[in-house]
Nanobody, 123 residues
Framework: QVHLVESGGGMVQTGGSLRLSCAAS????????VGWYRQAPGKQRELVAG???????DYTNSVKGRFTISRGSARDTWSLQMNSLKPEDTAVYYC?????????????????WGRGTQVTVSS
């Protein structure tokens, strides 16, 4: 089991910046990839950015060049630096962890979600 807690959300004006953090606890050694997702009112949850344990990153097109996902400075933390924020970035942002555990020749995959943090960008 992995427990995820997000922090760092808030309200900013257009063009502002926020830094989200995701802190993981529990069986963190099983984490293979961490992603940030967001869900705006009336819309489906979408992937914003992801990073593997080897450091490979991916971003949705709308945030490329503005957002950066990285390992945090503290152990078992991940960050999402969001710059040049736009009103359309307004959403609840969720941290997601994909895990894998090999046991007796069988690989067990799972995923976990945090409870989310609200980001509001005013125009």
């Amino acid at each position: 089991q992995v427990h995820l807690v997000e922090s760092g959300g808030g309200m900013v004006q257009t063009g502002g910046s926020l830094r989200l953090s995701c802190a993981a606890s529990g069986a963190t050694f099983t984490i293979k990839r961490v992603g940030w997702y967001r869900q705006a009112p009336g819309k489906q949850r979408e992937l914003v950015a992801g990073i593997t344990t080897s450091g490979t990153t991916d971003y949705t097109n709308s945030v490329k060049g503005r957002f950066t996902i990285s390992r945090g400075s503290a152990r078992d933390t991940w960050s999402l630096q969001m710059n040049s924020l736009k009103p359309e970035d307004t959403a609840v942002y969720y941290c997601n962890a994909e895990t894998s555990l090999d046991y007796s020749g069988t690989s067990y995959a799972d995923e976990y979600w945090g409870r989310g943090t609200q980001v509001t960008v005013s125009s």
